[in-house]
């Protein structure tokens, strides 16, 4: 992988500039950086290994070279989209979803964007804001995705079981291959991030949807079936006939089972 390889593959895209890096701390941190510097919509910055790559909740992810996908891009939403910005992670995970769809798998989306494949976790989201003083100035959306076997971590220091696309597919993968294609579908979804059939799209690759599930909240659990998502991504949680509003970014969602 390197800068004009990834160009080249990339230059149908209508993509502002593209940062390579071989190796670096975390892409959504040198995105962040560039953004508050004033870079461009639609810049992607991609790293081949990323140390401190950062998840929901404070969690890392570390990228070894050759194995895996980590990159971010920078989004400058209108003020309409302002007004739906908890869906740019939910976007990700859309797009992820359906790239991997195009190579034949069946992913599902652990709510609110964490990507799966025979329910284990192949892909994680994070989407942070970029502010301007008071203002909402941009979105950073961060993407990481296990290729290959060698990108899915020892399994005692997982939260929730992994799996990479090559052990799902049975096949090699070309990493630039599946990076164009989440890109373009980024792309695509993000023009109908304010549309029913966002939702729907997203919605109906939701897991455990329908099912009994228990919310891991910062002031304790609660168990009850994962009855819907609302317009703005979040989760309804029915609990003896009364219904949960949880809202993405402070909470860990796992099936009942676990």
Same mark, same amino acid.
């Given at each position: 992988?390197? !800068?004009?390889? *990834?160009?080249?593959?990339? %230059? ?5 500039e593209i940062q390579y890096l071989?190796?670096t701390y975390s892409t959504n941190?040198?995105?962040?950086? $560039? ?25 890392? $992810? ?16 209108? /003020? ?8 740019? %992670?939910?976007?990700?995970? &859309?797009?992820?979803? =359906?790239?991997?769809e195009d190579l034949g798998l069946?992913?599902? *989306?652990?709510?609110?964007?964490? !990507? ?14 970029? $502010?301007?003083? %008071?203002?909402?100035?941009? =979105? =950073? ?27 799902? &597919? ?8 599946? /990076? ?12 109908? *991030?304010?549309? @029913?059939?966002?939702?729907?799209? $997203? ?7 329908? @099912? ?23 989760? =309804?949680?029915?609990?003896? @006939? ?14 009942? @089972?676990?």
């Open positions: 992988m390197d !800068v004009e390889t *990834i160009r080249a593959r990339l %230059s149908a895209l209508p993509i502002s071989p190796e941190d040198d995105a962040m950086a $560039w953004a508050q510097a004033g870079a461009p919509e639609g810049v992607v910055v991609i790293a081949d290994k990323q140390l401190k790559g950062r998840g929901r909740l404070g969690r890392m $992810w570390v990228t070894q070279p050759g194995t895996s996908l980590a990159f971010s891009m920078i989004f400058r939403p209108t /003020l309409e989209e302002i007004e739906k910005l908890s869906l740019f %992670s939910p976007l990700g995970a &859309l797009a992820v979803a =359906v790239a991997l069946s992913p599902e *989306i652990k709510w609110p964007n964490d !990507v799966l494949l025979s329910r284990k976790k192949v892909c994680g989201v994070l989407a942070e804001t970029v $502010w301007m003083g %008071s203002h909402i100035n941009g =979105v =950073v959306l961060g993407i990481g995705i296990n290729v290959a076997t060698g990108s899915v971590p020892d399994s005692n220091v997982l939260l929730f079981p992994a799996t990479c696309v090559e052990s799902e &597919l049975g096949k090699p993968v070309d990493r630039l291959l599946l /990076l164009e294609s989440v890109l373009r579908h980024l792309i695509e979804w993000r023009k109908q *991030i304010r549309t @029913e059939r966002f939702i729907e799209e $997203w919605k109906k690759r939701l897991a455990f949807l329908g @099912e009994k599930v228990t919310v891991q909240k910062p002031d304790g659990e609660i168990t009850g079936w994962f009855q819907d998502v609302d317009e703005h991504g979040a989760l =309804v949680l029915s609990v003896e @006939e009364q219904y949960h509003t949880i809202l993405a970014g402070d909470v860990k969602l796992r099936p009942l @089972e676990e």
